[in-house]
């Protein structure tokens, strides 16, 4: 490994920690304006549950802030739902010498994890992203992650609202 690349993770390592000592490691980083500014959202459900996009389209109706239009051009937020498997090792693969990564399995208990990510429909730019362990419906976590978003635009609109 050239001595470059072998910064490189030193580098990385360097602003997560400068990024938790700024944060106090509890505190999330500030909202985009965008999430003040934007009136409407459109939900793109990237799962094999087609159920998901009705508890999510329901969850942020509840909340009344944007209006969800089906087309993604036609929004200022984009809500990008997905469901995977959380990578659990690598195996060695000493007649190829390389490494298998393995995800998920009978050896594991169902390690899936639910991320639900905002995107400034102008720029493509991800915005917010929480990701979330679910364990038996993966619906139960895309709506417990709007209503932590939820959460975090409306502390954000109380803190700017004071004087």
Known sequence: ????????PLAGFACVLALQVCTNGSEKM???????????????????????????????????????VPNPHDADLVLVLAMREDLVGVEPNASTDSYTTIYGNGNVTNQ??????????????KVWSETRAWGSEFGNAVVALIKDLRKQVEKAEKEMAKP
């Open 1 to 8: 490994m050239s001595k470059r690349h072998a910064a490189l």
């Open 30 to 68: 500030p909202l985009p304006s965008i999430f003040f500014q934007a009136k409407t959202i459109a939900i793109i459900n990237d799962t094999d549950e087609s159920y998901v996009l009705g508890r999510a389209s329901d969850e942020l109706r509840k909340w009344g802030r944007y209006q969800i």
């Open 112 to 125: 899936k994890s639910t991320t639900v990510a905002c995107f400034d429909s102008r720029t493509g730019r």
